[in-house]
Each structure stands twice: as structure tokens, then as C-alpha cells.
């Protein structure tokens, strides 16, 4: 697999992204690359909708969930970090990107609304915005996506802990 450097990779990668990305599969995650903080879970309860992995001759690179309403439950920063996106992508609709330390980043998309601005920092579990629909989305959602410090992307489901609490349970 060094057909490209990996900048481009990674270029590729980012953009690339979203509900129904363009890419076919995405390169593992670099050896070593661990997070030195545990993510939590972006809802406060939640459903799995899609799973993160391949999705026909396409790469789903992220983990889609739903609260308990339809839209507009409370995104929350996974993990503390800065803002380094609040705006519209292609595809990901209202997105907010977050840095974090150990240079692992988390997105939020679909969002119906805003509650960051770039450059801000956030404690984990502070609101984002809300769970909408935004971009290239059929249902209101979040698209949850964690990269390693290389923009890798890694499957989230078995790094936020589950939510026992949730009435239609169907975590998988
Ligand atoms: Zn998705």
C-alpha cells in the first residue's frame, strides 16, 4: 500500500467522508495510534442506525445513532478538545470537528444547529448543536466518526460505552 504518500491519503480521506462516502476502503489505523483518554458516548442515549464499515462497494466511515427523538436531542463532545471545524461539508451538512490532545479527532455531523464556534474549547459531554439532518442525510441522526492522529478512521461502536438505559434498545 504505497502506491500514495500518505498526505494525499489522508487528504483523500477527510474529504472523502460522510453518509455515504466516496471512498471503498479506508486505510487501517496506524500502528500504535491509541487515544490516551476514553471517548464517551456523543447521546445520551442511543440507537445504532448503520454501522461503521463497508457499505456496498462504499466505506461507511462513521457510526451512525439516533437519540430519543426523531432530531434535536444534544450532541456532546466526546472528549475535551478545540473546535477545529463548526461549518457546512459536503455530505456531512453542519459538521463540528474536534481536536484533541493526543491529536485524535472526532466529527459531528448532520447537525440541525450550532452551539460551538471554531477555535473554542470544549470539556467532554458540553453541548455541540442537535441531531438533525443536515447534508447528505435521509433521517435525522449523527454521524459520529473518531480519525487517529494520521486521519485514519476507526470504528467508534467499541470505543463509547453503551447506554443500558435506552428504551428501544438495539445496541449492537
Ligand atoms: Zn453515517
Redesign the pocket.
Known sequence: MRVLPTVAVSLFLIIGG??GPRIHVPLPPEPGARASEPFASPLDFYTVL?PFGRRGSRY?T???IRGRRGGGDPVRASRSGVIARAQVMSGYGNLVEIRHDDGFTTRY?HLRRFRVRKGQKVKAGEVLGEVGATGRATTE?L?FEILTPGYRFVDPAPLIPRRPATEKKRVT
Do not use: M, N
Request: aromatic fraction near 0%.
Open positions: 460522510g453518509c448503520s461507511h462513521g457510526l451512525d455531523a441522526h454521524h
